[in-house]
């Protein structure tokens, strides 16, 4: 059963970079049909999707965090990590990475889905 | 962006009640989307996908429908374990989104 779980600071200084990890279990990284995701949810809000890479280092991300998301990928020790640079209170939030699959109808459109997530970590943006 | 508007944000409903919840896109995204069910202090579950698709394992009162620009999650009938957030979210092309989400209370 694949399982994802995120590790990294719960606590970041304002200006510094929000770096966070998630290691997949259970499964391979490398697996086709599937991209790698992160997402957040600041506290009492709804959820905002960041990015997503494929193992072969394609990527894509949110226009609305204005450049500062890198996602990496790391095949061999089937993880995958974010990167937020430039951090402010309003980064503070629950991040989850999830695994984006895919798949194809009979039309040949790819579909998508989240699933499964990992528990979630907080990171708090402070000084 | 599409823009996913939920409604309602919050439902109050009894055990046994047949609950529907819409989402509504901002501009058509055929079937692409997909619906989550999240309790407080734990990450969403997928629910269904491609609008109709239910998730291996997920009961099947759960139900989705819909399709261009107007979806619909339908419980049919409302048990203890299935108070919590839902949300909607669209998959039809980047940046992927969510709705605003619809917390489901018991009355």
């Known amino acids: 059963q694949l399982q994802l779980q995120e590790s990294g600071p719960g606590l970041v200084k304002p200006s510094e970079t929000l770096s966070l990890t998630c290691t997949v279990s259970g499964g391979s990284i490398r697996s086709g049909n599937s991209y790698w995701a992160w997402v957040r949810q600041a506290p009492g809000k709804g959820l905002e999707w960041i990015g997503r890479i494929y193992f072969g280092g394609s990527t894509r991300y949110n226009p609305s965090l204005n450049n500062r998301v890198t996602i990496s990928i790391d095949t061999s020790n089937n993880e995958f990590s974010l990167n937020l640079s430039s951090a402010t209170a309003a980064d503070t939030a629950v991040y989850y990475c999830?695994?984006?699959?895919?798949?194809?109808?009979?039309?040949?459109?790819?579909?998508?889905?989240?699933?499964?997530w990992g528990q979630g970590t907080l990171v708090t943006v402070s000084s | 962006d599409v823009q996913l508007t939920q409604s309602p944000s919050l439902l109050s409903a009894s055990v046994g009640d047949r609950v529907t919840i819409t989402c509504r896109a901002s501009?058509?995204?055929?079937?692409?989307l997909a619906w989550y069910q999240q309790k407080p202090g734990k990450a969403p579950k997928l629910l269904i996908y491609?609008?109709?698709t239910l998730r291996s394992g997920v009961p099947s009162r759960f139900s989705g429908s819909g399709s261009g620009t107007e979806f619909t999650l339908t419980i049919s009938s409302l048990q203890p374990e299935d108070f919590g957030t839902y949300h909607c979210q669209q998959l039809n092309g980047y940046p992927l989104t969510f709705g605003g989400g619809t917390k489901v209370e018991f009355k």
């Open positions: 501009q058509g995204i055929s079937t692409f």
């Open positions: 491609a609008a109709s």
């Open positions: 999830a695994r984006l699959s895919m798949s194809y109808q009979g039309s040949g459109n790819e579909i998508n889905w989240f699933d499964p």
